[in-house]
C-alpha cells in the first residue's frame, strides 16, 4: 500500500529565506506526482506536477523534483515571502493501470515572518 | 475552461443533523472523486466514480455516509447523521478518466463543514 509522508511537518522561517520541502513515498511505481498549496480551511491549489518521464518542474520561484527511483520529491521555494505562508501538500498519482485515485500526504505547514 | 464547482461552501450544522454537499465536474470528465480533509491530515479518498458507478467506496463510512452520481455528471455527498468527528473539508475532485496519461486531476474549492 502506498504511503506518502512530508517532512518537516511545520516551517517557519523569516522572509528572504530559501527553503526545501520533503516528499517520500514507499512504492516508486507512481505515474506523476504533483505539489499543491492550501490556505486554512480552503481547497488546493495546484503548484508543480512533474510527470514520470521528468526530473523536474519550475514555476517562478518554486523548483520541483523527483526521483522514483529513491521515492522522493523536494519542493524548493526561493526567496520567500509572508504570502507564501501556506500548507504545502505532496500528492502520487498512481500507475496507470491501476485505475485508483491520488494519494497525499499530510502537508507541511509553512509560516514565512516579515 | 469552467473548474469543479463545488456548493455549499461553508456549513455549519448540530450533531445527528443531516448535510448534503453538491458537485459539478469538469464538463466531459468521466472520473469523480471525493475526498475528506480533517485538520492536520491529507485528504482521504472517500470515494471514486467512473461516469455514474462507483470505482472505490472501501474508506466511505457507510452507516452514515452516502454518495451519487446520477447520470455520470454532478454527484452529491451526504452525512447523515452527522458527528462531531465529521468537521472538515470535503473535497471534489474530476479528471477526464482513471488512466492518468490521459489527463490530471482538478479540484474544487471545498466545502468546509462544522459540526457543533
Known amino acids: 500500500k502506498q504511503e506518502v509522508t512530508q517532512i518537516p511537518a511545520a516551517l517557519s522561517v523569516p522572509e528572504g529565506e530559501n527553503l526545501v520541502l520533503n516528499c517520500s513515498f514507499t512504492d516508486s511505481a507512481i505515474y506523476n506526482l504533483q505539489w499543491f498549496r492550501q490556505d486554512p480551511g480552503k481547497g488546493l491549489t495546484s503548484l508543480l506536477l512533474?510527470?514520470?518521464?521528468?526530473r523536474e518542474q519550475t514555476s517562478g520561484r518554486l523548483n520541483a523534483s523527483l526521483d522514483k527511483s529513491s521515492g522522493r520529491s523536494t519542493l524548493y521555494i526561493a526567496a520567500s515571502q509572508p504570502g507564501d505562508s501556506a500548507t504545502y501538500l505532496c500528492a502520487v498519482y498512481p500507475p496507470n493501470q491501476a485505475g485508483t485515485a491520488l494519494i497525499f500526504g499530510k502537508g507541511t505547514t509553512l509560516s514565512v515572518s516579515s | 475552461e469552467a473548474g469543479v464547482a463545488q456548493s455549499p461552501r461553508y456549513k455549519i450544522i448540530e450533531k445527528r443533523q443531516s448535510v448534503a454537499f453538491w458537485c459539478n465536474p469538469i464538463?466531459?470528465?468521466?472520473?469523480l472523486y471525493w475526498y475528506q480533509q480533517i485538520l492536520g491530515q491529507g485528504p482521504k479518498l472517500l470515494i471514486q466514480f467512473q461516469n455514474n458507478g462507483v470505482v472505490d467506496d472501501s474508506q466511505l463510512p457507510k452507516d452514515r455516509f452516502s454518495a451519487e452520481r446520477l447520470k455520470g455528471v454532478d454527484s452529491t455527498l451526504k452525512i447523515q447523521p452527522a458527528k462531531l468527528e465529521d468537521s472538515a473539508v470535503y473535497l471534489c475532485?474530476?479528471?477526464?478518466?482513471?488512466?492518468?496519461?490521459?489527463?490530471?486531476?482538478?479540484f474544487g474549492q471545498g466545502t468546509r463543514l462544522t459540526v457543533v
Open positions: 512533474i510527470q514520470s518521464s521528468q
Open positions: 464538463s466531459g470528465h468521466a472520473t
Open positions: 475532485a474530476s479528471s477526464l478518466d482513471r488512466r492518468w496519461d490521459r489527463g490530471k486531476a482538478f
